[in-house]
């Protein structure tokens, strides 16, 4: 089944800086991979994703990339602001409706926003 | 707009003990699933729905049991609760699978002691 691999598990920044978290899966055929933010005692909610025709997306001031050759992909916060402080976890999909092998999550990076 | 709605929040079992979870949408949405999350590892599938009377395994299906007898409602039933099953518990929902977005509950902290 699918594997997917994230790093790092814990990431601090000053505020104002950029934070980046990287993913890798090992399913190639693997093609829908979105982001999920999970703050204290709430579940996990959608901030961006990305599908495997396209090599990068933003939203203002996060952005996702895709490596299909590589089999990564990575998050990008820029101007980082405390209310980023959260965990944040990646996925992968190949999309088969719903199936066991649907949805693979990272373990998660706990992202710190230092003042 | 309630989203998606999961009670208790917070319980504690004695290992033995039978509980069941609840789990209701209000967004028509065909597609839930159940998810559990344990300290510092991603989320695990347990069960999931892909319409009324439907219901498949997941990575983890083992001492669960679920139903879905309705669009809203996706209840998850723990018999002979083991101390392996303290975990957060998340039930999600989606329009159209697993390439769509997830909605997901705030969680229902079980604890078997």
């Known amino acids: 089944g699918e594997n997917v691999e994230q790093h790092p598990s814990t990431l601090s920044v000053q505020e104002g800086d950029s934070a980046v978290i990287k993913c890798t899966y090992s399913?190639?055929?693997?093609?829908?991979f979105p982001w999920y933010k999970q703050e204290l005692g709430k579940g996990p909610q959608l901030i961006i994703d990305?599908?495997?025709?396209?090599g990068e997306k933003k939203d203002q001031r996060i952005a996702v990339t895709l490596n299909k050759t590589a089999k990564h992909f990575s998050l990008h916060i820029t101007e980082t602001q405390p209310e980023d402080s959260a965990v944040y976890f990646c996925?992968?999909?190949?999309?088969?409706?719903?199936?066991?092998?649907?949805?693979?999550f990272g373990k998660g990076t706990h992202l710190i926003i230092q003042p | 707009n309630a989203g998606v709605t999961q009670t208790p929040k917070f319980r504690i079992l004695k290992i033995g003990q039978s509980m069941t979870l609840q789990c209701t949408q209000d967004m028509n949405h065909n597609y839930m699933y159940w998810y559990r999350q344990d300290p510092g590892m991603g989320l695990k599938l347990i069960y999931y729905?892909?319409?009324?009377?439907?219901?498949d395994k997941g990575e983890v299906p083992n001492g669960y049991n679920v139903s879905r007898s309705t669009t809203e409602d996706f209840p998850l039933r723990l018999e002979l609760a083991a101390p392996s099953q303290t975990s957060v518990y998340f039930c999600?929902?989606?329009?159209?699978?697993?390439?769509?977005?997830?909605?997901f509950g705030s969680g229902t902290q079980l604890s078997v002691l």
């Open positions: 990305i599908r495997s025709n396209v």
């Open positions: 399913d190639s055929a693997s093609n829908y």
């Open positions: 996925a992968a999909s190949k999309g088969t409706g719903g199936g066991a092998d649907g949805l693979t």
């Open positions: 999600a929902s989606s329009y159209g699978g697993l390439l769509e977005k997830l909605f």
């Open positions: 729905s892909v319409g009324a009377g439907i219901t």
